[in-house]
């Protein structure tokens, strides 16, 4: 019988307070085979709500990843939607590491042709708008708007579906969106009840997508196909003891 594989949750931000919504977030699409385990930076700030934390946290994520990495994980899924540390994590390590946007964006296009993104601020309208741009997806992108909750009340479910859906229902009516796309993993237990909330007010299915579901699977995918970070792309670099 082959060994479990073996995939860390990296949670981007220095405070554990939201490792089980996390873990409770990913339970439903983890197989059978594989062992999961979450880890948190310690240093840096507790929430990702701008590009100065986004900044502020990368580092820390690099220098994590590279521990998990050297204790024989086979990959990691960054719990942040922005990729904080992502692209600097591929130059230190050799096993895969992704994050929520291109993940959750690429499922959308798979079921739809044109998505928005529902976020959960003003702060994070500007630095998410840039993500379409940065993998050629402009075509694809209908909008981005915000439901003015920051992360550290996202628990309040209730309120949170009742104010994605509200924003949802305007991407869709307004601005010509046909799948939605979270925002912000903080997002948990949203995705499959606004999206019944859209298909009862539209009559029809409209895909929302959580970013860990998305995330979490393809991860998984990557680490079965034996795949890694393209060093034509991410040039490797060590990391000065």
Not at 93 to 99: L, R, T
Request: net charge negative.
């Amino acid at each position: 019988m082959s060994a479990p594989l073996r995939i860390c949750v990296l949670v981007p931000v220095a405070t554990n307070q939201f490792n089980d919504r996390i873990m409770k977030a990913v339970a439903p699409v983890v197989p059978p085979d594989v062992q999961v385990e979450v880890r948190n930076i310690t240093s840096g700030h507790p929430c990702i709500e701008n590009r100065t934390n986004w900044l502020e946290n990368g580092m820390p994520v690099v220098t994590l990843a590279r521990q998990i990495a050297k204790e024989g994980f086979d990959g990691i899924w960054l719990t942040d939607f922005d990729m904080a540390g992502v692209e600097a994590a591929r130059e230190v390590i050799d096993i895969p590491i992704i994050g929520g946007f291109p993940t959750s964006a690429f499922a959308a296009l798979m079921l739809s042709q044109r998505f928005s993104i529902i976020t959960i601020l003003q702060s994070t309208l500007a630095m998410q708008r840039g993500h379409p741009q940065s993998y050629g997806l402009q075509d694809n992108f209908a909008s981005i708007r915000a439901i003015n909750c920051p992360v550290d009340q996202l628990d309040n479910t209730d309120v949170v579906v009742a104010k994605t859906f509200e924003q949802a229902m305007k991407a869709i009516n307004e601005d010509g969106a046909q799948s939605i796309l979270l925002g912000c993993t903080g997002f948990v237990d949203v995705a499959s009840r606004v999206g019944v909330l859209l298909e009862e007010a539209l009559g029809a299915y409209v895909p929302v997508i959580d970013p860990n579901h998305a995330g979490f699977s393809l991860l998984v995918s990557l680490v079965r196909m034996r795949v890694r970070p393209s060093r034509l792309t991410y040039s490797k670099y060590v990391i000065p003891s």
